[in-house]
């Protein structure tokens, strides 16, 4: 598996940014399909965002098209979620994922690899 570390979370005000990093030390890295999920208290966890192995194609939720953006950078082995215009509905934890087994990057059910996840509050 691979280890994952998410930061970057915090506290913003509504119509702010945050920028989510998920690290890992993992040589293999630029391999995987990743993925951005969150979970939101007392709701199912949700797909954000997912980009493939080089960063090629980018999958969003509806919920957040055209105000996040998730990137890589396989030097850093390290994957972004540009998060603008937070909402306070976009508070969660989120998690970051990776080594996808195969099917739907938004089906959380197909990967390995999950993070600890960060914490984003959205005040309103």
């Known amino acids: 598996q691979v280890q994952l570390v998410e930061s970057g979370g915090g506290l913003v005000q509504a119509g702010g940014s945050l920028r989510l990093s998920c690290a890992t030390s993992g040589r293999t890295f630029s391999r995987y399909d990743v993925g951005w999920f969150r979970q939101a208290p007392g709701k199912e966890r949700e797909f954000v965002a997912a980009?493939?192995?080089?960063?090629?194609?980018?999958y969003y939720g509806d919920s957040v098209k055209g105000r996040f953006t998730i990137s890589r950078d396989n030097a850093k082995n390290t994957v972004y979620l540009q998060m603008s215009s937070l909402k306070p509905e976009d508070t969660a934890v989120y998690y970051c994922?990776?080594?996808?087994?195969?099917?739907?990057?938004?089906?959380?059910?197909?990967?390995?690899?999950w993070g600890q996840g960060t914490q984003v509050t959205v005040s309103s």
């Open positions: 994922a990776a080594d996808l087994r195969g099917g739907s990057m938004s089906d959380q059910r197909q990967y390995r690899s």
């Open positions: 980009a493939t192995w080089n960063g090629g194609r980018t």
